[in-house]
């Protein structure tokens, strides 16, 4: 088990990585959280991630899109995830990691999520 200075030192480790993947200037501490819950749950859809987390639906779904290739704006999209339409109900989107996610997932979390 890791003491709290090792602790906080990987955690200071997981935001560098995902600073250099996404814009820090539109990035917040809640983008760190839904990339690492996503990590944990792959495939999972936005209303699993509302219900875990306890994220407002208007804030989980603006920072899954800012995290995947739908950004608006004038930002490069991140395409760390990518959102599928569920065939079984196409009200529903699948969320996943892209090529690009894992290899981010593995410099975070050191394959904990494998």
Do not use: W
Not at 28 to 53: A, G
Not at 63 to 82: F, W
């Amino acid at each position: 088990m890791m003491n709290m200075s090792d602790q906080a030192k990987k955690l200071t480790e997981q935001i560098k990585e995902f600073s250099k993947v996404v814009d820090v200037r539109y990035t917040s501490l809640n983008h760190l959280l839904i990339f690492s819950q996503i990590c944990k749950m792959q495939p999972t859809t936005l209303h699993n991630l509302q219900q875990v987390l306890g994220l407002h639906k208007s804030t989980t779904c603006r920072i899954v899109n800012s995290l995947s290739d739908n950004r608006r704006g004038k930002e490069a999209p991140t395409e760390i995830i990518e959102i599928r339409m569920m065939l079984e109900d196409r009200r529903h989107r699948e969320i996943r990691l892209t090529l690009k996610g894992r290899a981010l997932m593995n410099k975070m979390f050191d394959d904990e999520y494998e």
